[in-house]
């Protein structure tokens, strides 16, 4: 499936309700929250907005991105209602982003491992460009599958990659609400 089709497809989804996008945000985002101090925080691949609220509800200045207009009009949405002041962009997480200045934490539940390789490249170029030194890069993917002939999901080469920026704190393991092995990542950078 070509790059376009498969975005076209993953933004309609957001006509409905996307089985991915629950509203909660995931126990992993909230244990990070309890343990860090607030600051400046990115979410790549936002969606609707959900981890945006929690971050800026305890405290953090939040701006998000996704490339689906729809989502960034639930997200924008759902913030006002809530009187936040979080800032939404619809863009492409592999191209130069809508934002100025270093982020203490740059956020992705389930973008990085949709993407193609060309892509991935561009999305390590903006973690480096606007993860502060010394801030946090929390990421959950689906692991890539070899027996599945599939190129998505997070391989060791990516991991590999972002080791070369970022300093390693957690990896967790576990498999998702359709068993599907999927991944937990707590990186720092290198101060």
Same mark, same amino acid.
């Given at each position: @499936? *070509? &790059?376009? +089709?498969?975005?076209?497809?993953?933004?309609? $989804?957001?006509?409905?309700?996307?089985?991915? %996008?629950?509203? /909660? *945000?995931?126990?992993?985002?909230? =244990?990070? +929250?309890? !343990?860090?101090?607030?600051?400046?925080?990115?979410? @790549?691949? $936002?969606?609707?907005?959900?981890?945006?609220?929690?971050?800026?509800?305890?405290?953090w200045q939040v701006s998000g991105i996704d490339f689906s207009g729809y989502a /960034?009009?639930?997200?924008?949405?759902? @913030? !006002?209602?809530?009187?936040?002041?979080?800032?939404?962009?619809?863009? %492409? /997480? &592999?191209?130069?982003?809508? /934002?100025?200045?270093?982020?203490?934490? +740059?956020? %992705? +539940?389930? $973008?990085?491992?949709?993407? !193609?390789? =060309?892509?991935r490249l561009g999305y390590r170029e903006n973690l480096e460009i606007h993860l502060a030194p010394g801030g946090s890069f929390l990421i959950y993917a689906h692991c890539q599958s070899p027996e599945s002939g599939k190129a998505t999901g997070i391989s060791q080469t990516d991991i590999d990659e972002f080791s070369k920026l970022l300093d390693v704190q957690s990896i967790h393991q576990t498999n998702d609400r359709w068993s599907r092995q999927t991944s937990w990542m707590l990186?720092?950078?290198?101060?």
């Open positions: @499936m *070509s &790059s376009v +089709i498969k975005k076209l497809t993953y933004a309609l $989804c957001y006509l409905g309700h996307p089985p991915w %996008d629950t509203g /909660v *945000s995931p126990p992993e985002l909230l =244990a990070f +929250i309890h !343990s860090h101090p607030p600051g400046r925080a990115l979410d @790549m691949g $936002c969606g609707t907005g959900t981890n945006l609220v929690t971050l800026e509800q305890h405290g /960034v009009k639930r997200a924008l949405k759902r @913030m !006002s209602l809530l009187n936040l002041k979080g800032q939404v962009w619809k863009g %492409d /997480v &592999s191209r130069q982003l809508p /934002v100025e200045g270093f982020f203490d934490l +740059i956020l %992705d +539940i389930g $973008c990085y491992h949709g993407l !193609s390789p =060309a892509e990186f720092t950078r290198n101060t």
